[in-house]
């Protein structure tokens, strides 16, 4: 009897560990990213009106605070990425200005013919000047008169984000920079002065601060479509080769296996974007969606964990009232987040499990040019390294993971804080010289020849591509 008990208890005991282990790899909670400090210079165009006494077009209308719909929005991406995107204002400029147009016919608004314009612009009587209902501001010269170039190759700033009060025709995401540039959600602008990429917003100060995120999100679905995966799921044929293809699907673009859809079309959405019937975000069909896997991303369960979806239900997003903020934020929720790197891309291509970090800035993903100095053995399973940044990337903070996966046994890693940690995050970007310890498994220093292979193993922000 005793010794029934006491194997029933082993295998009572197995099981438990065993439905623990099961447990357990199906929760596995991925690691966040190490958060990241974006700098923001922010522009109002908010042009005082003559024949409205000199009041501002933002009190004429109504608008709201741009400071308290910066602080919303920074917030709330802060939220949604799990506090790896901080987003930091280190500088504003109110112009009393319209924002300039590009034109060829050397037309500009007076404020008053502006105004007029806002109040009276209808597509039967066009009030507007032409470039202005084709909507294209003169991004090179809105550069050039807030000297942006300089405040982004001197690091002062990351990004821009403009404000108008509606009708000044911005694009709600739009790059530039000197080459490489992708389509976020405008047409890039090529500004020969700027060294580096820079990312700039146009918002609406009229409207809430879900349509911020909502700028937001075409920024993400264009950077991810255009500059890393190389795969466009908005529109025919709906390809999913990429783990992106497979995020962005509905079931309407793939019956049966939707993920979690994109920002005018939730995974329920019986619309695309050539059909339209878009944003009805409050659809009351479901969708067979495995959206919430993401959440485990990059382990997908296979086969899929499919639930039926929509808002108001059980692992959907909050209906609200038939607006768009609920879904956002389930759907921003959803966007992978995560160290390190996988087989997502199409073929297998290595890419990061954070999709926040390419749509930051794309140029955070570029492996620095290492030179290595010195290296010493330890005599304690380790190595003193020193070494020194050839360029100036592009800010950090930067995760090291080296990989190598042959024959001196894995992972190397480079560890300046403590023996034996795993990663190291460099807050620094400054050229120089850099020291720090790398241990082996293998329990011996690595020879130069080896280090060139580590240096060029280096897992930093996955593969490059659009730069
Ligand atoms: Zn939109």
Not at 47 to 60: D, F, K, T, V, Y
């Amino acid at each position: 009897m005793l010794k029934t008990k006491g194997i029933k208890v082993i295998i009572s005991a197995l099981t438990i560990l065993t439905s623990l282990f099961i447990f357990q790899k199906q929760t596995k909670a991925a690691t966040v990213d190490s958060p990241i400090v974006r700098k923001v210079w922010v522009v109002e165009y908010d042009p005082r009106i003559p024949s409205e006494g000199n009041q501002r077009l933002s009190q004429l209308v109504g608008a709201y605070n741009p400071s308290t719909l910066v602080d919303q929005y920074i917030n709330e991406l802060k939220a949604r990425s799990s506090n790896y995107i901080n987003y930091q204002v280190v500088g504003w400029t109110e112009r009393d200005e319209v924002a300039p147009l590009k034109n060829t016919d050397g037309f500009e608004y007076t404020k008053d013919g502006f105004w007029d314009c806002y109040q009276n612009d209808t597509i039967q009587n066009p009030a507007c000047h032409e470039a202005e209902n084709m909507r294209e501001v003169d991004y090179l010269e809105m550069i050039s008169d807030n000297t942006l170039c300089a405040k982004s190759n001197q690091y002062t700033a990351d990004e821009v984000w403009f404000f108008d009060s509606g009708h000044m025709g911005f694009s709600e995401a739009v790059m530039a920079g000197p080459s490489n540039l992708y389509h976020t959600n405008g047409p890039p602008v090529t500004a020969p002065a700027c060294q580096r990429h820079l990312h700039m917003m146009g918002f609406n100060q009229t409207r809430t601060v879900d349509w911020m995120e909502h700028s937001f999100m075409h920024r993400i679905e264009g950077t991810l479509a255009h500059a890393v995966f190389f795969e466009e799921p908005r529109t025919p044929p709906y390809p999913h080769a990429s783990d992106w293809g497979k995020f962005m699907m509905t079931k309407q673009t793939w019956p049966g296996n939707a993920g979690c859809g994109l920002i005018h079309f939730p995974p329920n959405t019986n619309g695309n974007w050539v059909i339209g019937n878009g944003d009805d975000y409050n659809n009351t069909t479901t969708a067979k969606s495995y959206c919430n896997d993401f959440l485990l991303y990059p382990d997908l369960p296979d086969p899929p964990n499919y639930q039926y979806l929509r808002c108001g239900i059980t692992g959907g997003w909050n209906c609200t009232g038939g607006s768009q903020v609920g879904f956002i934020a389930w759907w921003l929720d959803h966007l992978p987040k995560f160290k390190g790197t996988n087989p997502g891309g199409i073929g297998g291509a290595t890419k990061l499990s954070n999709w926040w970090r390419y749509t930051v800035n794309y140029n955070l993903c570029k492996i620095p040019v290492m030179n290595l100095t010195t290296w010493v053995n330890d005599n304690l399973g380790g190595c003193n390294i020193t070494w020194s940044w050839q360029s100036t990337p592009e800010g950090g903070p930067y995760d090291f993971q080296v990989d190598n996966s042959n024959p001196l046994t894995s992972p190397y890693l480079i560890n300046l804080s403590k023996y034996n940690s795993n990663s190291y995050t460099v807050t620094s970007w400054n050229p120089g010289i850099y020291s720090a310890r790398v241990r082996t498994n293998a329990n011996f220093c690595i020879s130069s020849n080896s280090w060139s292979t580590v240096d060029t193993n280096i897992v930093s922000c996955g593969v490059g591509g659009g730069e």
